[in-house]
């Protein structure tokens, strides 16, 4: 064993009192019946759709100017964005339960 991982070395987890602390959570998670429980889920699709349009319709605004034509690479950018933002939704929570459709 590494001699910074020697038992004598770790402090003490014991209070004054000697009870033990232990790395439990204080509360549970969220629960089945919340209402709330899914505002996370519902945020992070949000940005992930929102990010794939700004930043594929960027690319493609950036391509009109080098280019000189009027926001026609600025269109396919943001349905480039959209359709990937679908699918990167898709892959991270569309799959259902296993990983299987």
Not at 5 to 10: F, G, N, T, V
Not at 16 to 29: A, I, K, L, N, Q
Not at 38 to 59: D, E, Q, R, Y
Request: aromatic letters at 12%; one cysteine or more.
């Amino acid at each position: 064993m590494p001699l910074y991982l020697r038992k004598r070395d770790l402090p003490s987890l014991t209070g004054r009192e000697g009870r033990r602390y232990t790395s439990d959570p204080m509360t549970e998670g969220p629960q089945r019946g919340d209402a709330w429980s899914g505002m996370g889920t519902g945020w992070s699709i949000t940005a992930t759709m929102i990010a794939g349009i700004l930043v594929w319709g960027g690319f493609g605004y950036l391509v009109d100017r080098l280019v000189g034509t009027m926001n026609v690479f600025l269109a396919f950018g943001v349905i480039l964005g959209a359709g990937c933002g679908v699918y990167l939704v898709y892959l991270r929570y569309g799959r259902g339960e296993g990983g299987r459709d």
